[in-house]
């Protein structure tokens, strides 16, 4: 593991590329933990994101379930059908919201002879219960569930309150967890796959500047790369920043400076023998002008 350590640290510097070429291609084993640990960490950071702003939204639903539904209010489906106790039927409530502009209504209608599905259309999101079908609309997108075919169930506002009071969060924490189990592999998988393409990009990049790189130590060295980014995006994340093609600037950036380092140090390490050479020659003296005064 300290070789994985070592490498958070290594994929920073603008020599990794040279050296991943000369030595640390050979070390497989490392490469293949680290870019297990790279995808791990995002997904959990990922994960822990999407727990901390469900969690933010605890004491807003429960507001809303307070002063939305009726006390001793009653929802159950029995035997296909939707049955409602102490709730208004027919109703309607909806939500503006001013900065945005965008609306949400909740409506029931067990009878179906005031409102019906277009009624959805005037907002941004709602839902509609029916006697024999709920509506959904999301993302301008609505889907219908029929009650037919469930099991029969109910629930009351106070049972509702004393769910997000006692499960919500051991709810949210466990859709996290799984989540991030599905997270991980989908990440390795896709980023894998896109690794080909930038392995691509880096030999383009490295053949414009005159470097010679096998393919498959360009795939490798892509998949260390990796770290760059994703440790961008996981610092990003608290603060919802969007940055249009983030991944691809960083890639290129990270690329450019390893083979320019790479450029220099070939040419100084060329020109190097050189010098020397010219410098013991100019030490020594010419046989050609040595007279016999100076052999005395």
Not at 100 to 117: E, N
Not at 207 to 218: G, K, L, W
Not at 239 to 245: G, K, L, N, S, T
């Amino acid at each position: 593991m300290n070789n994985v350590w070592r490498r958070c640290t290594e994929v920073w510097k603008v020599d990794f590329l040279a050296r991943f070429l000369a030595d640390l291609h050979k070390d497989l084993r490392t490469t293949i933990i680290f870019w297990i640990s790279i995808n791990l960490i995002f997904a959990g950071a990922l994960s822990v994101s999407m727990l901390v702003a469900i969690l933010g939204i605890k004491g807003e639903l429960r507001n809303i379930t307070q002063s939305v539904i009726p006390d001793h209010a009653r929802i159950a489906v029995e035997d296909g059908a939707l049955r409602i106790q102490n709730i208004p039927d027919p109703s309607l409530q909806d939500f503006h919201e001013d900065d945005t502009g965008d609306s949400a209504v909740i409506i029931v209608d067990t009878h179906g002879d005031t409102y019906d599905i277009t009624t959805l259309d005037t907002y941004t999101e709602g839902v509609a219960f029916f006697s024999d079908k709920m509506y959904v609309k999301m993302d301008d997108k609505i889907e219908s569930i029929a009650y037919q075919g469930l099991p029969n169930f109910g629930i009351s506002k106070e049972k509702l309150l004393e769910g997000i009071d006692r499960y919500f969060v051991a709810t949210v924490v466990a859709i996290s967890v799984v989540a991030m189990i599905i997270l991980w592999p989908a990440l390795m998988i896709g980023r894998s796959i896109m690794a080909l393409w930038w392995a691509a990009i880096l030999l383009i990049v490295a053949r414009i500047m005159h470097v010679e790189i096998p393919y498959r130590t360009a795939y490798l060295s892509v998949l260390n790369f990796y770290f760059v980014p994703t440790l961008v995006m996981i610092v990003l994340i608290p603060f919802a920043f969007d940055v249009p093609y983030l991944t691809s600037a960083i890639f290129l950036a990270v690329f450019i400076a390893n083979i320019i380092w790479m450029n220099r140090n070939t040419q100084a390490e060329t020109a190097s023998p050189t010098r020397t050479t010219d410098s013991k020659t100019a030490a020594q003296p010419d046989a050609r002008h040595i007279t016999p005064s100076d052999r005395d």
